[in-house]
């Protein structure tokens, strides 16, 4: 044990409320340091942008000095010679530049879009399996998935929208108005930055009241997503109580929320269009009007005109979209915030600051010293647990369902912090060590077996993803599974369908046992592990389960007392107490809770027979 660290007690952590949505302006603070790692490629990519700017604007200024220097006489050569060709050249160059720098940003930057997406995504991933069992028995798949799904999605976007179209055009907006402040007087300076004041101002305002619809959408879609994918992961279940109606009923309430919030979100979409063509509409008005009047007048030429008239559509096209840009940028931020605040899940269980693996150099004991636990607060699951699993040997716990069997399990594979007390492996608190290293020198075959949709082979695999096929056939043969395998069209590469639907209760249990023998660790649960299967697969089961037991320390949880008569301790729970303890033969002769247990267990199989 590591000096001066107390692991003797553990609060009990409250469940993790979720927080409400950040600022915009932490949520892009979250995603900087991604895109800083790509520094010199963003800022390539922003000389790229300022480039392609700096060729646009350039476009009104050569229409300017090209209109006004054509005060050629009618049939003058030199009209044919620098018209045509100097307009076309010169306007060509610069369209061409505009293209060119476009395409070289997009060329510049896609690593470092693609590359903070791929990290983020796979951050979240790992952050999720990182999150206690609490936290997975409360989640709701279809809508986290959902939920990093619009997250990832979005970061894309976002820096596109934000890079790409957001600070060019506020670089544009702020050369034009430097242009139109050295060449003209200050009225086209306040016309110009008074409608794009009133344009951002009326575009911020409308947007941020228009993105509580956004949330409701988002809340609706993945409420509506959760459903579905519950009902169709339950598809047995739904089948069973002919509720397909019912499912129905409840998806389509949650696409009702969905589509009276799409219609909240469109009609004040329409709202912010009208008002912002009305800004845009007044504005171009006033800034030609004062143009027309400035040529009429003699202080502008036909050519400043032109320019001005130029500026105004490559100002205000881009500005129409930047309305849409923000608005989908605010949508994307909120896609953000949502991954995010998956992100930012505290750990219930984590590893202690400088915590060493596990070591485990031979057989090892496991030790439960006074535990105390509760999933709640409230409603206290053990207490005062104490035995001892000495290394080599096989314990088994007995009792009726509710008396804390599996929780056991769930505390030796650290799904859960224990409340007061120690659970020792090889003499560790496994609260001091890595859950990586506690995890690989534990197996299982857990009650309730879940498999991966994909093959009979990768599921046994899945227990050493690097054995070889051999490997993977001797742990099949252990299990009883591989004549079954063999007599599948597909062998091995059979698939076993949505969590192993596929094959029947006996065989996902088989596959499972497979899965641990091949993992091959010191330390063994096996957590009624033959309840799915008929006799004669019990009694083979249970000979291959002796079988891999030998030399190491083996946990077994039972229901059926006769699959735990050999075991080197018996201890028989209730309400989370063990409440006796011994031999089989020791705890028939005490004639106690055991030995009742035994007596009815044998009664039940007597009448069967």
């Given at each position: 044990?590591?000096?001066?660290?107390?692991?003797?007690?553990?609060?009990?952590?409250?469940?993790?409320?979720?927080?409400?949505?950040?600022?915009?302006?932490?949520?892009?603070?979250?995603?900087?340091?991604?895109?800083?790692?790509?520094?010199?490629?963003?800022?390539?990519?922003?000389?790229?942008?300022?480039?392609?700017?700096?060729?646009?604007?350039?476009?009104?200024?050569?229409?300017?000095?090209l209109i006004?220097?054509?005060?050629?006489?009618?049939?003058?050569?030199?009209?044919?010679?620098?018209?045509?060709?100097?307009?076309?050249?010169?306007?060509?160059?610069?369209?061409?530049?505009?293209?060119?720098?476009?395409?070289?940003?997009?060329?510049?930057?896609?690593?470092?879009?693609?590359?903070?997406?791929?990290?983020?995504?796979?951050?979240?991933?790992?952050?999720?399996?990182?999150?206690?069992?609490?936290?997975?028995?409360?989640?709701?798949?279809?809508?986290?998935?959902?939920?990093?799904?619009?997250?990832?999605?979005?970061?894309?976007?976002?820096?596109?929208?934000?890079?790409?179209?957001i600070?060019?055009?506020?670089?544009?907006?702020?050369?034009?108005?430097?242009?139109?402040?050295?060449?003209?007087?200050?009225?086209?300076?306040?016309?110009?930055?008074?409608?794009?004041?009133?344009?951002?101002?009326?575009?911020?305002?409308?947007?941020?009241?228009?993105?509580?619809?956004?949330?409701?959408?988002?809340?609706?879609?993945?409420?509506?997503?959760?459903?579905?994918?519950?009902?169709?992961?339950?598809?047995?279940?739904?089948?069973?109580?002919?509720?397909?109606?019912?499912?129905?009923?409840?998806?389509?309430?949650?696409?009702?929320?969905?589509?009276?919030?799409?219609?909240?979100?469109?009609?004040?979409?329409?709202?912010?269009?009208t008002?912002?063509?009305?800004?845009?509409?007044?504005g171009?008005?006033?800034?030609?009007?004062?143009?027309?009047?400035?040529?009429?007048?003699?202080?502008?030429?036909?050519?400043?005109?032109?320019?001005?008239?130029?500026?105004?559509?490559?100002?205000?096209?881009?500005?129409?979209?930047?309305?849409v840009?923000?608005?989908?940028?605010?949508?994307?931020?909120?896609?953000?915030?949502?991954?995010?605040?998956?992100?930012?899940?505290?750990?219930?269980?984590?590893?202690?600051?400088?915590?060493?693996?596990?070591?485990?150099?031979?057989?090892?004991?496991?030790r439960?010293?006074?535990?105390?636990?509760?999933?709640?607060?409230?409603?206290?699951?053990?207490?005062?647990?104490?035995?001892?699993?000495?290394?080599?040997?096989?314990?088994?716990?007995?009792?009726?369902?509710?008396?804390g069997?599996?929780?056991?399990?769930?505390?030796?594979?650290?799904?859960?912090?224990?409340?007061a007390?120690?659970?020792?492996?090889?003499?560790?608190?496994?609260?001091?060590?890595?859950?990586?290293?506690?995890?690989?020198?534990?197996?299982?075959?857990?009650?309730?077996?879940?498999?991966?949709?994909?093959?009979?082979?990768?599921?046994?695999?899945?227990?050493r993803?690097?054995?070889?096929?051999?490997?993977?056939?001797?742990?099949?043969?252990?299990?009883?599974?591989?004549?079954?395998?063999?007599?599948?069209?597909?062998?091995?590469?059979?698939?076993?369908?949505?969590?192993?639907?596929?094959?029947?209760?006996?065989?996902?249990?088989?596959?499972?046992?497979?899965?641990?023998?091949?993992?091959?660790?010191?330390?063994?649960?096996?957590d009624?592990?033959?309840?799915?299967?008929?006799?004669?697969?019990?009694?083979?089961?249970?000979?291959?389960?002796?079988?891999?037991?030998?030399?190491?320390t083996?946990?077994?949880?039972a229901?059926?007392?006769?699959?735990?008569?050999?075991?080197?301790?018996?201890?028989?729970?209730?309400?989370?107490?063990?409440?006796?303890?011994g031999?089989?033969?020791?705890?028939?002769?005490a004639?106690?809770?055991?030995?009742?247990?035994?007596?009815?267990?044998?009664?039940a199989?007597?009448?069967?027979?």
């Open positions: 044990m590591r000096g001066g660290r107390d692991l003797s007690r553990s609060p009990l952590p409250a469940a993790d409320e979720p927080t409400g949505p950040r600022s915009d302006w932490r949520t892009l603070g979250r995603l900087l340091p991604y895109l800083w790692q790509y520094k010199w490629r963003v800022a390539a990519a922003l000389l790229f942008v300022i480039g392609a700017k700096l060729a646009n604007v350039g476009v009104p200024l050569l229409l300017k000095e006004d220097s054509m005060t050629l006489k009618p049939g003058d050569p030199a009209a044919v010679l620098v018209v045509p060709v100097g307009l076309l050249l010169a306007y060509g160059a610069l369209r061409l530049m505009t293209s060119a720098f476009t395409e070289l940003r997009e060329l510049v930057f896609a690593k470092a879009t693609h590359g903070a997406t791929r990290l983020i995504a796979l951050q979240t991933f790992e952050h999720l399996h990182s999150l206690s069992l609490r936290f997975h028995l409360e989640r709701q798949t279809g809508g986290m998935t959902r939920d990093i799904e619009r997250g990832v999605r979005g970061i894309e976007s976002l820096v596109s929208f934000s890079l790409y179209s600070v060019p055009t506020l670089f544009e907006v702020a050369m034009v108005l430097g242009i139109l402040a050295v060449r003209f007087d200050a009225a086209f300076v306040w016309i110009t930055g008074g409608a794009l004041l009133v344009y951002i101002v009326f575009t911020v305002w409308v947007t941020e009241w228009r993105t509580q619809f956004r949330r409701e959408a988002n809340e609706a879609d993945s409420g509506a997503h959760s459903k579905a994918i519950d009902a169709l992961l339950n598809y047995e279940t739904v089948k069973y109580f002919n509720n397909e109606g019912f499912e129905a009923r409840r998806y389509d309430e949650s696409l009702e929320q969905l589509r009276l919030a799409r219609l909240k979100s469109q009609s004040s979409l329409s709202l912010l269009n008002g912002q063509q009305l800004i845009i509409a007044v171009l008005v006033a800034m030609l009007w004062r143009a027309t009047q400035g040529v009429v007048d003699g202080r502008l030429t036909l050519g400043d005109l032109v320019m001005i008239n130029a500026f105004m559509i490559q100002l205000y096209i881009p500005l129409n979209f930047l309305g840009i923000y608005r989908q940028i605010k949508q994307n931020l909120t896609d953000l915030d949502r991954m995010f605040t998956l992100m930012d899940r505290p750990q219930e269980v984590a590893d202690a600051p400088g915590a060493d693996p596990l070591h485990t150099n031979g057989p090892v004991d496991v439960f010293e006074h535990v105390d636990f509760a999933y709640e607060p409230a409603r206290q699951i053990l207490h005062d647990v104490s035995f001892e699993i000495p290394a080599g040997k096989t314990v088994a716990v007995v009792g009726p369902s509710g008396a069997k599996s929780t056991l399990a769930r505390l030796l594979y650290r799904f859960y912090d224990v409340t007390g120690k659970v020792l492996i090889a003499g560790q608190d496994i609260r001091g060590v890595t859950q990586a290293s506690v995890r690989r020198a534990i197996g299982i075959v857990p009650q309730d077996t879940v498999l991966f949709n994909d093959t009979v082979a990768y599921n046994i695999r899945y227990g993803p690097d054995a070889t096929d051999a490997e993977v056939e001797q742990a099949a043969r252990a299990a009883h599974i591989h004549d079954f395998i063999m007599g599948t069209p597909k062998g091995y590469e059979t698939m076993v369908g949505e969590r192993g639907l596929k094959l029947s209760g006996g065989e996902k249990q088989r596959v499972a046992i497979a899965r641990t023998l091949l993992k091959d660790p010191p330390v063994l649960i096996f009624e592990a033959t309840s799915a299967l008929d006799s004669a697969n019990e009694r083979a089961i249970q000979a291959e389960i002796r079988s891999a037991a030998r030399g190491k083996a946990l077994v949880i229901h059926r007392l006769s699959t735990v008569v050999d075991a080197h301790e018996i201890l028989v729970m209730e309400g989370g107490r063990i409440v006796e303890r031999t089989h033969i020791a705890l028939l002769a004639h106690g809770r055991y030995a009742s247990m035994w007596a009815l267990q044998q009664n199989d007597n009448q069967k027979a």
